[in-house]
């Protein structure tokens, strides 16, 4: 390969003809004449989840109350049978997983079933990088059991300020830790952790450990089963594609099934004793004890079609994509940006989640300038651009597209026009 022909648009279209996922673009409703870079906040609305939520309300118009056990996809079962399809997009078996709640409740239902403090052993350790809503959840778990979250959150620090060190990690699996929650892929960096030598550690030291699969499921395969990770959790609307505030997901290793869970309701009962309506609760022996309500039918309605274009095409197909799509982004944002002082934390691939992120002091601008250039990317605030071109629809071209208006943005200036400062959602 010539050096100069791989920094050409003649090669990102050559990437795009070879690409063997090139036709799932067509499954999905691209915003027209915009580049798409923000699916690991939103992902886009398929054909597919747009026909599945048309079946679930066809079943509402035709069966009423019957569409609970009647129909092609009977609501009473519907959360477990998306638990099973889901399933193999985490490494698990499929009563393992079950889609109910949103991220943060899962959270909450997740540590108050599995943070039991012993008189010894009372800590959770998380890391000063995870997303806010997930240290809140905890530092409120730990009120709840009359601890004081300022000595009993204990946080990883990270040297670089956007990556952590499974070492540091480890090391702060000491004697009087409870719990570990982590992410798998850090939100702003898109860091990788090591979730397998990560669960091993800390269950050396009999402490149990969870993950927050929001911006790796969907992107990246997982083998939680065979990791033995405790429990998971994650949100479907990203990589996932199930629609703004879907319902979301649930691991739970085999080996805790038969626990009640620490937050009940009449579905975390077994399916065949739930309407006995007994003030006693038989808790199912499975991740659906994790359920607490009645499961929001049109919410999860998107992620049964969804999740067939994943299925089709493999996670492990996604994953080689995605790692191409990032690795050229990367090689033109060193190529063609190297004057204008952005930074740019370039992960190897087995450490790298299904974005990139871009620091500059100019970013809030540079991003609303990148918008106005009908390129759609998410801003991080202070200072973080993340660019997440995602495998199902996202071309080779669209990448160096986006680096050029980049570059041109950088060289005009044109981003000063805009005010440094966030949007309201952003
Ligand atoms: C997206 C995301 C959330 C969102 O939580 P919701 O309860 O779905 O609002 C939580 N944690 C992480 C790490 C996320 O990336």
Known sequence: MEKEHIFSLEYARSLDDQDQLKAYRQEFYIPTNKIYFDGNSLGLLSKRAEKSVAIVMEAWKQLAIDGWTEGEHPWYYFSEALGEKMAPLVGAESTEVIVTGSTTVNLHQLVASFYKPSKTRTKIVADELNFPSDIYALQSQLQLKRYDHTDHLIYVTSKDGSTLDEADIIEAMTDDVALIVLPSVLYRSGQLLDIQRLTAAAHERDIKIGFDLCHSIGAIPHELHEWGVDFAFWCNYKHLNAGPGSVAGIFVHERHFGQAPGLAGWFSSTKEKQFDMEHHLTPAVDAGAYQIGTPHLLSSAPLLGSLELFQEAGIDQIRNKSLQLTDYLLLLVKQELQAYSFTVDVLPAERRGAHILLNHKEAARICKALKAGNVIPDFRS???????????????????????????????????TFPNERGVVA
């Open 382 to 416: 202070p200072n973080s651009i993340r660019l997440a071109p995602v495998a199902l629809y996202n071309t080779f071209t669209e990448v160096y597209e986006t680096v050029h208006k980049l570059k041109k943005i950088m060289e005009e200036k044109t981003y000063k």
